[in-house]
């Protein structure tokens, strides 16, 4: 598969969305939208670099952008320790969103807090894999949906589920694509939905695919299933379904 490719079919990601999230404000539907494969395109490109083009034939699909994590670097499930020592991305500007909204500042690969979902789904992988070439030799990470969403007034996260109407349906419409685009690029067999939202839209995307679907816990500390057992009911969960 040539890396270019994937990079081409995320830049189309990229730009379509931007005026769907555009509206989706204009709309009264969320208040604040940031698009992290726009202002931090750069970082995306290098992990997509690196780990879209070593062999992996299964797809691990998160919902939509952290603010603590792929808001901050544009890399999915990103946390600041995963991203510098696990990945070895340093040293790459990030610029600012098109609105920013000084409640959720973006400062890039140097953000002071770690995303936990990151470090526990970045750290499971390199647990079971090993380093981030062997990684990339069995699995993808991507997120079904590149915007980050916030309303009220302490900038709530809003996840896609969250939220209703036509311009809502055309961008999970266009998240699907993609979908489909990265399956069919790296021709893969599988793809694991991160969490009941990710899995159901896989399932709806690549229905009459000749592919497997399957899901697993996702890793925020707000899920109680994740905390179960000290995290060890998770990490069972879903090593169970790893390839």
Same mark, same amino acid.
């Given at each position: 598969m040539? !890396?270019? %490719?994937? !990079?081409?079919?995320?830049?189309?990601?990229?730009?379509?969305?931007?005026?769907?999230?555009?509206?989706?404000? %204009? *709309?009264?539907?969320?208040?604040?939208?940031?698009?992290?494969?726009?202002?931090a395109?750069?970082a995306h490109?290098?992990y997509? @670099?690196?780990?879209?083009?070593n062999?992996?034939?299964?797809?691990?699909?998160?919902?939509?952008?952290?603010? /603590?994590?792929m808001?901050?670097?544009?890399?999915?499930?990103? #946390?600041? %320790?995963?991203?510098?020592?696990?990945?070895?991305?340093?040293?790459?500007?990030?610029?600012?969103? *098109?609105?920013? $909204?000084?409640? &959720?500042?973006?400062?890039?690969?140097?953000?002071p807090? *770690?995303?936990?979902?990151?470090?526990?789904?970045?750290g499971?992988?390199?647990?079971?894999?090993?380093?981030?070439?062997?990684? #990339?030799?069995?699995?993808f990470?991507?997120? /079904?949906?590149?915007?980050?969403?916030?309303?009220?007034?302490?900038?709530t996260?809003?996840?896609p589920?969250?939220?209703?109407?036509?311009?809502?349906?055309?961008?999970?419409?266009?998240? $699907?694509? /993609?979908?489909?685009?990265?399956?069919?690029?790296?021709?893969?067999?599988?793809?694991?939905?991160?969490?009941?939202?990710? *899995?159901? @839209?896989?399932? =709806? #995307?690549?229905?009459?695919?000749?592919?497997?679907?399957?899901?697993?816990? /996702?890793? %925020?500390?707000?899920?109680p299933?994740?905390?179960?057992?000290?995290? =060890?009911?998770?990490?069972?969960?879903? &090593?169970?379904?790893?390839?």
């Open positions: 040539a !890396i270019e %490719s994937l !990079i081409r079919a995320a830049a189309g990601l990229r730009d379509d969305v931007n005026p769907i999230g555009r509206r989706l404000v %204009s *709309e009264g539907r969320v208040d604040v939208c940031y698009n992290p494969l726009d202002y395109w750069d490109e290098a997509l @670099r690196q780990m879209g083009n062999g992996a034939r299964t797809v691990i699909l998160g919902m939509n952008p952290g603010p /603590h994590g808001g901050q670097m544009g890399i999915p499930f990103a #946390a600041t %320790s995963m991203v510098r020592d696990l990945l070895g991305i340093t040293d790459i500007p990030v610029n600012q969103p *098109e609105v920013a $909204d000084p409640r &959720r500042p973006v400062v890039g690969l140097e953000y807090r *770690e995303e936990v979902s990151g470090t526990r789904l970045w499971l992988l390199s647990e079971h894999y090993g380093n981030a070439e062997a990684i #990339a030799s069995n699995v990470l991507v997120n /079904h949906c590149p915007l980050m969403l916030f309303s009220g007034s302490r900038a996260n809003i996840t589920d969250k939220i209703a109407g036509a311009t809502a349906q055309a961008l999970l419409e266009r998240c $699907d694509e /993609h979908l489909r685009e990265v399956v069919a690029l790296l021709d893969a067999e599988r793809v694991i939905g991160v969490g009941k939202f990710a *899995e159901a @839209r896989a399932r =709806a #995307a690549l229905e009459g695919h000749s592919i497997e679907i399957l899901g697993c816990w /996702h890793p %925020s500390p707000a899920s299933l994740a905390n179960r057992n000290g995290g =060890a009911d998770w990490r069972a969960n879903v &090593r169970a379904v790893l390839p």
